[in-house]
């Protein structure tokens, strides 16, 4: 099967495929919900091992190959998961706390809307128990980067915030067809209540993000990019979370940034 560019499509060779399902580990009674089946090598054995499988698929003639392989507890769905107008239910009617798993090989170009995706629709209540996702390596040491690496950012903090991230296996470029250009990981999202709470969760993004822009500059420095704040808020809000304005965004912890943030959201 031939992949098409514009939709990011790079196949897990056959190879790796019991790999890849060894970790995600699936049991008979489990539910899943499959982003970017392609040809199906993932597909077929957790169809197998597992209750049910709904698979979002976006390109139409991988989709009909899908459904023309008549997997009696597999569902297609075809279209974009990234799109909020689709009226097709996530997942199969299923009972039980945390009665959920995500699996899929994300393309690499949509991969950070997806994870976003994911964890606002826990948020919401769909009761997704993980989500073990093949991602562009570099967004994966993104995901589990520690504060004061180069690697930590944005991602690293709105994530972590809502998430625990486990490394679980490195793929080669040679796990793909066609070969990407880049390395591949597989991770493992758990996600779970905003630990710690934070009074607005939007002010808690924008002040991350702000700051992130001027991530070399110090953190008093930084927070300037917050809505243009005047130097008196800025030093009323390092106070309030006992931050020293002098250190590097980079070096604050997600909770020192729940600290931040609810200053600010105190003050809306």
């Keep these: 099967m031939r992949a098409r560019k514009r939709y990011g499509k790079h196949f897990l060779e056959p190879a790796w495929v019991e790999k890849v399902v060894r970790a995600i580990d699936p049991k008979p009674d489990e539910t899943f919900l499959e982003i970017g089946p392609g040809t199906g090598a993932l597909t077929r054995p957790l169809a ?14 991988l ?12 569902t297609v769905v075809e279209g974009d998961f990234l799109d909020r107008s689709a009226r097709s239910p996530l997942v199969p009617q299923s009972t039980g706390p945390l009665a959920v798993r995500v699996a899929g090989n994300l ?16 948020a919401s209540g769909l009761p997704i128990a993980d989500a073990t ?8 040491e993104r995901l589990i980067a520690k504060p004061g690496t180069k690697e930590y950012g944005v991602m690293s903090v709105l994530l972590q915030h809502v ?5 679980l296996l490195k793929l ?21 209540a905003p630990d710690p709470p934070v009074p607005d969760p939007a002010t808690f993004a924008a002040v991350v ?16 990019a917050y809505r243009g704040r005047e130097p008196i808020a800025i030093a009323e809000a390092l106070a309030d979370g006992g931050l020293d304005g002098r250190r ?5 912890t997600v909770a020192e940034f729940a600290r931040l943030s609810a200053f600010y959201a105190a003050k809306r």
Excluded: C, W
Aim: glycine share 2%; hydrophobic share 50%; aromatic share 8%.
């Design 133 to 140: 996702l093949m991602l562009q390596r570099e967004v994966a």
């Design 63 to 74: 989709a009909a190959d899908l459904r023309a392989a008549a997997i009696p507890n597999l």
């Design 248 to 252: 590097r965004p980079e070096t604050l």
């Design 163 to 167: 998430a625990g991230v486990e490394l």
């Design 48 to 61: 197998a091992r597992s209750k049910a499988v709904t698979a979002y698929e976006i390109d139409r003639d």
């Design 172 to 192: 080669p470029a040679g796990a793909f067809r066609p070969a990407p250009k880049v390395l591949s990981a597989l991770v493992r999202l758990r996600f779970h």
């Design 209 to 224: 993000q702000a700051v992130f822009t001027r991530r070399r500059k110090t953190l008093a420095n930084a927070l300037q």
């Design 107 to 122: 393309p690499y170009n949509v991969a950070s809307p997806i994870l976003f995706r994911l964890a606002e629709l826990y």
